[in-house]
């Protein structure tokens, strides 16, 4: 049984209170995970247009939002200037790589990409791509291999984009296991390494769902093989910390090995991974449509 941790960095309070308290919990549990990192602006406030999208304010109200994410971070974009992410530390993403953590790309602009990508036209999504891309090499001297789309959100557009990228791989969807994504007719080079359990915020406060059991519920779902669980610096790295080292010592006390994705995409071989399409659907406890991994 082996998990991977994937951390997806989305705010700024996320970034800088997060990350340094997940890259602690890690370094005391001796295990890495794979980081993902939203790179320009935090407006965080501009979430507030999904407001009639189903399932949204229930979700906010269950994950007590305004606690996780904070106030002045749901104002940003909006009533407050939005603020750069990783130009305001550059420091904790070296960090990071420095501690032997995956890193990757997880946006430019997280909530252009995740309300607006069916929009963008492909020279838009690789300008964006391109902004975090260079700010990474700025940074750290070296081109990122992977990426992780937020919100899951793909198009035709965004994986032409990522194959011209050569990446190692990328982690963009929900399924059960590593693939070749197909979309109307075309198949892409990039492999998909797709998340496997639910987020915490999909299931607290439902189906009985509580901090509690959380991870009664999260140890039920392990399977043989890759698991791949998603984290939130926001939520796991701040009020959930806690619960996120427990996970990590029950699992590696019933013999769970932490691995990284990149670990898992260097022992993938193109050809023999299954090509599935990408269809977009509904996810119990998450508003929006995601990308989920189809038949082959």
């Not at 999904?50 to 269950?62: A, N, T």
């Not at 999504?125 to 919100?151: D, F, H, Q």
């Not at 965004?158 to 109307?184: C, E, H, I, N, W």
């Not at 932490?258 to 119990?284: D, N, R, S, W």
């Amino acid at each position: 049984m082996r998990i991977a941790l994937k951390v997806d960095v989305d705010t700024l309070r996320g970034y800088l209170e997060g990350v340094p308290r997940l890259l602690k919990l890690m370094d005391r549990r001796g295990i890495r995970g794979s980081f993902f990192f939203s790179f320009g602006p935090d407006n965080s406030g501009k979430a507030i247009r999904r407001i009639f999208r189903k399932g949204f304010i229930s979700k906010m109200v269950r994950t007590n939002a305004p606690g996780t994410y904070g106030l002045k971070t749901m104002m940003y974009g909006t009533l407050l200037p939005a603020p750069m992410i990783v130009p305001s530390a550059p420091s904790i993403l070296k960090e990071v790589a420095k501690s032997g953590q995956d890193t990757g790309i997880h946006s430019w602009d997280h909530v252009k990409w995740q309300d607006r990508l069916d929009h963008l036209s492909e020279s838009e999504i690789e300008s964006l791509l391109r902004k975090a891309g260079n700010m990474y090499r700025k940074v750290l001297g070296t081109s990122s291999t992977c990426c992780a789309a937020p919100a899951w959100k793909t198009s035709l557009a965004s994986l032409s984009v990522q194959d011209r990228m050569g990446l190692l791989y990328a982690s963009d969807s929900r399924g059960k296991t590593p693939f070749l994504p197909s979309l109307r007719g075309r198949v892409f080079r990039t492999p998909q390494i797709p998340t496997t359990l639910p987020t915490m915020d999909e299931i607290l406060g439902r189906d009985g769902c509580t901090a509690d059991n959380v991870n009664d519920i999260y140890m039920s779902l392990l399977t043989e093989g890759l698991n791949v669980h998603t984290v939130h610096a926001e939520m796991e790295g701040m009020s959930m910390l806690s619960k996120l080292d427990e996970l990590v010592k029950r699992a590696k006390s019933e013999g769970a090995e932490f691995v990284t994705l990149k670990e898992e995409a260097a022992k993938l071989t193109k050809e023999e991974l299954p090509i599935c399409e990408v269809i977009q659907g509904e996810i119990p406890g998450r508003a929006g449509a995601v990308s989920l991994q189809g038949g082959r």
